[in-house]
């Protein structure tokens, strides 16, 4: 989970790097250093979509990987994709997440994006425990600990900076 956490917020950190701004990155955040701006609206939406795209990916990836091996030990990542996305978008409530942020931007309503991402990697999740032939139970047990690994991750992401 820690893992799946720090390639989301790394992704924002090297695609703003990347476009020439001074970037900070913590274990659950990454953003512009000191209080700087996106000299484009399109570049700042551009970096909010870089840890999500990652997270999607990453999600693909495990996917594969159950199909080619039948890797039992890779559905949890899988699942951790789905349960970070869905974590962010109820946080969305107060706060807006990177696709809230981008769906808002692009004129299509503030749900659009959080709500395809949570479709699609639910879809993959479920392909996933079904090439596994996983059961009720497996999909409970995972979504206790990752819940309790984000959770503890959120909490605790004061006390680690990265960059």
Not at 63 to 85: G, S
Request: aromatic share 16%; proline share 2%; hydrophobic share 60%.
């Amino acid at each position: 989970m820690l893992l799946g956490f720090m390639i989301h917020e790394a992704a924002h950190f090297f695609v703003g790097e990347i476009l020439g701004y001074d970037m900070f990155v913590s274990i659950n955040k990454a953003g512009l250093a000191d209080g700087g701006a996106y000299t484009t609206e399109f570049q700042a939406q551009f970096v909010a979509m870089a840890g999500p795209i990652t997270t999607y990916f990453e999600a693909i990836v495990g996917l594969l990987l159950i199909y080619a091996f039948k890797a039992k030990w890779v559905f949890p990542f899988v699942f951790f994709a789905l349960m970070m996305r869905i974590m962010a978008t109820v946080v969305s409530l107060s706060n807006p997440n990177d696709e809230a942020r981008v769906s808002e931007w692009l004129g299509i309503g503030m749900w659009a994006l959080p709500l395809i991402a949570i479709a699609g990697l639910f879809i993959i999740t479920l392909l996933a425990s079904r090439h596994l032939n996983l059961d009720w139970k497996r999909w409970v047990f995972s979504w206790l600990v990752i819940s309790a690994g984000i959770t503890a991750i959120i909490f605790t992401e004061q006390y680690y900076a990265l960059a």
